[in-house]
């Protein structure tokens, strides 16, 4: 899967007893445009299920995969799920500071060049542009960049993150018989941690293709300030739903595509 990065994204997330104001947290999603990201994100997860079709069973998928995979991947329904863990992970005055920042003139120069990014590298010419465009990048403007990755721990959090959805894909495959013989825990584990060198290369590779794109259009000051939100314990709390809540919604889908893809590889769709 895709690494996920998102406006401040840290850490996982850990539990959080009370329960955010609706109304504050439909404000959240605004200022955020996370629908607009899960819309962008649904179309990653449509081309990675073209991916899938090829590698694990061509020509076998057609029509029929193509709706699995949409209604998996639904936007709508993804963004219902992101709502509930935002809710459940936020509460109390630590939203206000989020809400102030993003809805401020910087806050949504930031969100729009994020979504814009992301969208414009769904193209594969773009894409490569952008990883090329790494070794022309300014030493100081680098420098602020990989500070920026440091202090959000995102190459970290994005590893761990694809890996977990990479484990919960494997066991959607175990549990929808994929396999003629039998697949153990520790064969699972073994598969999953041997991506783990390729995943924490392309991970940070790709984070700094995008966010030197996304950025490009930040003074070192707007980023330098981006920073400091980051390191603000509003901005911690945040990105501790944030990225809790991704986590959740991508091992669903992943475990989701695994049970669906274990049909066609066995032959029950095709």
């Keep these: 899967m895709r690494a996920i990065l998102f406006s401040l994204a840290l850490s996982l997330a850990v539990p959080v007893a009370a329960t955010a104001d609706p109304a504050r947290i439909d404000r959240l999603v605004e200022v955020t445009r996370l629908g607009e990201i899960l819309g962008v994100m649904e179309q990653e997860g449509l081309a990675y299920a073209d991916t899938l079709e090829r590698d694990l069973f061509p020509g076998k998928g057609g029509a029929g995969w193509d709706l699995e995979a949409a209604q998996i991947h639904d936007r709508d329904a993804s963004e219902r799920q992101m709502r509930e863990a935002f809710a459940a992970g936020l ?43 790494i070794a022309d990048l300014d030493p100081d ?28 894909f494997y066991r959607g495959l175990v549990d929808g018989g994929a396999f003629s013989y039998d697949l153990g825990e520790s064969e699972m584990l073994a598969e999953v941690w041997s991506q783990e060198p390729e995943l924490r290369s392309d ?9 030197g794109l996304a950025y490009s259009v930040l003074s070192d000051e707007e980023l330098a ?18 990225f809790g809540a991704f986590d959740q919604l991508f091992n669903d889908i992943s475990y989701r595509l695994g049970l669906a893809a274990a049909r066609y590889m066995s032959g029950e769709d095709a």
């Design 91 to 133: 509460a109390g005055p630590e939203l206000d500071p989020v809400l102030d920042f993003f809805a401020s003139p910087l806050g949504q120069k930031i969100t729009g060049a994020e979504l814009s990014a992301r969208e414009a590298m769904l193209d594969e010419a773009v894409d490569e542009a952008a990883r090329e465009a």
């Design 203 to 211: 991970t940070e590779e790709w984070l700094l293709s995008y966010l």
């Design 141 to 168: 403007r680098e420098r602020l960049l990989r500070r920026f990755i440091a202090v959000n721990d995102l190459i970290e959090s994005n590893v761990v993150g694809g890996l977990n959805s990479n484990y919960a």
């Design 225 to 242: 300030r981006y920073v400091e939100v980051s390191e603000s314990d509003a901005g911690a709390a945040f990105n501790r739903a944030l």
